[in-house]
């Protein structure tokens, strides 16, 4: 492929590759905006909405970072996580005091995510817990921000 010089004819027309040129522009220019605009709308899915209210944010081993929500309008408990692995985000859950430490459940598919707000030894300690088919499948120590 060869470029040349765009020329503006005596006419005041501009050249066929000038015009291609802008038309790769404004190609390339809706790409990209299209490509902006569906990334965020995917990414924002990780975080909660302003109807509701924070009620529990931990780290955990293995980079998992875990937000539990509360919803004003519903009481409605909601899952977020995020990590290297990927986000998560899983409405309705449950919550449950247990032994004095509150345990929210949550249910996506075959899978189970248990976050215990605290532990009989701290309550600036929590645990995630991921069962399948109810088999423990990974249990990681968090710390509460």
């Known amino acids: 492929m060869t470029f040349t010089k765009a020329k503006i004819t005596a006419s005041g027309q501009t050249s066929p590759v000038e015009k291609t040129m802008k038309t790769l ?9 299209l490509t902006t605009c569906v990334w965020a709308n995917f990414s924002l899915k990780a975080s909660a ?21 509360k919803k004003h309008s519903s009481g409605e408990l909601l ?7 990927g986000n998560l985000s899983i409405d309705t859950g449950s919550a449950k005091a ?11 598919g075959n899978y189970q995510y248990w976050v215990w707000d605290g532990t009989l030894d701290s309550q600036q300690s929590g ?3 991921v069962y399948k088919d109810n088999n423990l499948l990974m249990q990681q120590a968090c710390t509460k921000l």
């Open 127 to 129: 645990t995630l817990e």
């Open 79 to 85: 899952y977020r996580s995020t990590s290297s692995h």
């Open 98 to 108: 247990t032994e004095g430490v509150r345990v929210y459940k949550f249910q996506n």
């Open 25 to 33: 522009l404004k190609r390339s220019t809706l790409l990209f905006a």
């Open 49 to 69: 909405d302003s109807t509701a209210d924070l009620i529990l944010s931990m780290k955990c081993r293995g980079g998992y970072n875990i937000n539990v929500w």
